[in-house]
């Protein structure tokens, strides 16, 4: 059990202020690391790094100065990076909630919307990997996490979000999938890329979790899924300690999905 204790190393969690960013800072600093929380919301940054005794750091992850001012910030206080996860991502969000399922539809979805998630969810990654990712293949070691989806993987089933009465609250867009399969694949360049530096690349591509959705929405999840549920915020802390960890020593550019059996059939 050893090969998971993270004590001595430095983990830096983008979009560390989100409903799974929180959860992947307390997983890292229980296995013993020392915790850098970063998200664009600094306030929340910090809340978080309270919660785990660490750093919090302001951070947009579309800026390449934002991203050099917060790499040089730690790096003066630690002197190290040693685990970079990439969770800062953004889903659809409407100013209007009754019109999601019209501009969410395909025919109909924004250019600026599909932009949007292209600046966080795949530029943000890149940049992310190479503006903290480039002290650790300096330095010879290191492991990056780039958090994708099940929907990197496979199409969405539009079909859960048909509520019983036949109306529908939405449709998952375009940008989602196609940006997290961006990232799935990304993570193979950047795997091959570093091999020989020591720096290890992987994906986690979680399924969905409940977080105050419908009950008729998480019934149509559930059914959809092998273990009858949808995921709870703290059933991705074992997976992600492993792939931060030596307990991952022999394993890039792989991905490790953990989603209930929802990409198995």
Not at 40 to 58: I, L, N, Q, Y
Not at 109 to 131: H, I, K, M
Not at 154 to 171: E, H, K, L
Request: glycine share 10%; hydrophobic share 45%; aromatic share 8%.
């Amino acid at each position: 059990m050893s090969e998971f204790d993270l004590t001595g190393r430095v983990a830096v969690v983008t979009g560390a202020g989100g409903l799974l960013g929180r959860r992947h800072c307390s997983a890292l600093a229980d296995a013993g690391a020392t915790v850098v929380a970063a998200d664009v919301d600094a306030s929340a940054a910090d809340e978080v790094a309270r919660t785990v005794d660490g750093m919090g750091v302001a951070m947009d992850v579309t800026d390449p100065d934002s991203m050099a001012a917060a790499r040089d910030s730690i790096l003066g206080r630690f002197d190290r990076i040693d685990v970079l996860v990439n969770n800062a991502a953004i889903n659809d969000m409407f100013e209007r909630p009754e019109q999601a399922a019209e501009l969410t539809r395909f025919e109909h979805y924004p250019l600026e919307a599909w932009q949007r998630s292209l600046d966080v969810n795949v530029t943000g990654v890149f940049l992310a990997c190479q503006v903290l990712g480039s002290p650790m293949a300096e330095r010879g070691r290191g492991s990056i996490i780039n958090v994708a989806s099940t929907y990197g993987l496979v199409g969405p089933d539009q079909r859960i979000y048909v509520a019983p009465d036949g109306s529908r609250s939405m449709w998952k867009s375009p940008a989602y999938p196609a940006t997290k399969g961006a990232v799935v694949n990304f993570t193979r360049f950047l795997a091959a890329h570093w091999g020989d530096r020591g720096v290890r690349v992987n994906t986690l591509s979680p399924g969905g979790v409940r977080n105050d959705q419908d009950d008729w929405f998480v019934a149509n999840y559930a059914d959809r899924t092998m273990l009858g549920r949808m995921a709870s915020p703290d059933d991705y802390r074992g997976a992600l300690v492993f792939l931060a960890s030596d307990a991952s020593a022999y394993m890039t550019g792989a991905n490790l999905v953990v989603d209930g059996g929802w990409t198995a059939w």
